[in-house]
């Protein structure tokens, strides 16, 4: 085909299509790359204006202009552009931009043009503002059944973490990378945690737990600025790395530092939420775009099932801890005491105390219920900072129960008296306590009953005390 019979080509398309070029290396690299046609509804969709009527580009399109006049710079485009125009592969990719509100499906063809100093492919794309199932599964059978394979198991799955470490190590074995790894941010909290990992076998690298903390997050924000809206970043040369270098050189140390010689990194989004990433480092570059089409579909679910695990923890959190104390609730303390009683959890030695909160009513009365929920939050700090080693719960109002298995009696004996020396001083948390220990283990029901026994005992001589 020769150059002036690229427009005559692109209006022939019933979709939004452009030819691409891009300019022949010496080196290998990823030349400039050039729109050097599009048809009217390509043109209409660079030209277009967003919902104050101002135009989203700066400028009108002009044929054999820097692709990057028209859209910010990205690798994923590049490299699709490259591997259609230069190593002449047609590419197909569904991706959903986290900058834009639509996901667009895309296809390139390698294009001859009687130009030695260019590659040209074309580029044809449709856009949608829901994602399309029947596209995303569209799939080779490879992809669908490793896709498959990872949704089966994690939906299925009674232990969530063991799972993921188990879909982790699938996805770096298909990867063929060294290792793999998702992360789970939350960028309100400031804080992240590693949710599943992987290591290729014999390769010495750090444990990625350890190097994981709150702290880490920090860096995590960074990547989305690095990803600059794309919904996967894939780092396979030199040449990758250096804009990595510039869009973020805190990160690019320490990649280096770490030998990281190529890395697919992908974000997890849910309800248009940052939830996490999951990466693969010094993977097999040579199937890179198979690599990149099956991880964003795998990712699409990863982000899903994390989503519903941490509404499972959230909403166990809610139904197993007091939120005014931290300290976990009655319904906590009611399903431990069943699982002690159907033999559920099994123990030899038992110990139960009550400890009552003294002066609750006072407070609240006289200095309001402000004041009343700061002295429950202190004297429930008081019982974890006491028994750190035992289950603490606030069984309602201003009563507390401690439970402890296997602990030996002359051991929290102790911390109960030196409880309740200082429960005496004045100025102190006053708590009413009542200890009861089985040696032969014994029923939770019995045991909770004679420490309330004598939590109430040692209640009546605190206010004898008083008169």
Request: net charge negative; charged share 25%; glycine share 6%.
């Amino acid at each position: 085909m020769k150059k002036e019979e690229l427009q005559k080509f692109v209006d022939s398309f019933h979709t939004m299509t452009s030819i691409l070029s891009v300019e022949n290396t010496s080196d290998g690299s990823i030349g400039t790359i050039r729109i050097e046609a599009g048809n009217e509804l390509y043109v209409k969709s660079m030209e277009r204006k967003d919902g104050d009527g101002n135009s989203v580009f700066s400028q009108k399109f002009i044929p054999g202009s820097n692709y990057e006049m028209y859209m910010e710079k990205e690798l994923n485009f590049e490299k699709f552009c490259y591997q259609s125009a230069i190593l002449k592969k047609p590419v197909h990719a569904y991706i959903q931009p986290e900058r834009f509100p639509f996901w667009i499906n895309l296809f390139m063809l390698p294009v001859e043009v009687d130009d030695s100093e260019k590659g040209y492919c074309s580029y044809s794309l449709e856009v949608t503002p829901e994602a399309d199932l029947e596209t995303m599964t569209r799939l080779s059978a490879e992809i669908s059944s490793n896709v498959l394979k990872a949704c089966i198991k994690l939906r299925g799955t009674k232990n969530f973490l063991k799972t993921m470490d188990e879909v982790i190590e699938d996805i770096r074995e298909l990867c063929g990378a060294e290792t793999c790894c998702v992360l789970r941010t939350d960028f309100r909290e400031r804080s992240c945690f590693v949710l599943g990992s992987a290591t290729k076998p014999n390769t010495y690298v750090q444990n990625i737990h350890k190097i994981i903390s709150n702290e880490f997050v920090d860096y995590a924000e960074s990547w989305i600025e690095t990803l600059k809206g794309s919904n996967c970043l894939i780092i396979q040369n030199d040449a990758d790395m250096e804009i990595i270098r510039e869009r973020n050189p805190a990160w690019y140390a320490s990649l280096t530092g770490a030998k990281v010689k190529s890395l697919v990194l992908l974000p997890l989004m849910h309800n248009e939420e940052f939830i996490g990433f999951i990466w693969a480092t010094n993977f097999d570059t040579s199937n890179v775009l198979r690599i990149k089409e099956t991880l964003e579909l795998v990712t699409f679910f990863i982000a899903s099932e994390v989503a519903s695990y941490l509404l499972l923890q959230r909403l166990e959190v809610l139904s197993n801890v007091d939120l005014l104390t931290g300290v976990k609730n009655r319904n906590a303390m009611n399903n431990q005491v069943y699982q002690l009683v159907n033999g559920i959890v099994q123990y030899k030695t038992l110990s139960v105390v009550f400890a009552d909160l003294n002066g609750l009513k006072p407070v609240n009365d006289n200095e309001g219920h402000n004041a009343g929920d700061a002295l429950l939050k202190r004297a429930s700090q008081i019982l974890k900072e006491t028994f750190t080693d035992c289950e603490v719960y606030r069984a309602g109002g201003d009563e507390f129960v401690v439970v402890a298995l296997d602990r030996p009696r002359a051991d929290l004996e102790a911390r109960v008296e030196k409880l309740r020396q200082k429960s005496k001083e004045k100025g102190n948390v006053s708590f009413a306590l009542g200890f009861f220990h089985d040696e032969n283990g014994g029923d939770v029901r019995k045991a909770m009953h004679e420490a309330d026994v004598l939590m109430y005992e040692d209640k009546k001589l605190h206010y004898a005390h008083k008169r």
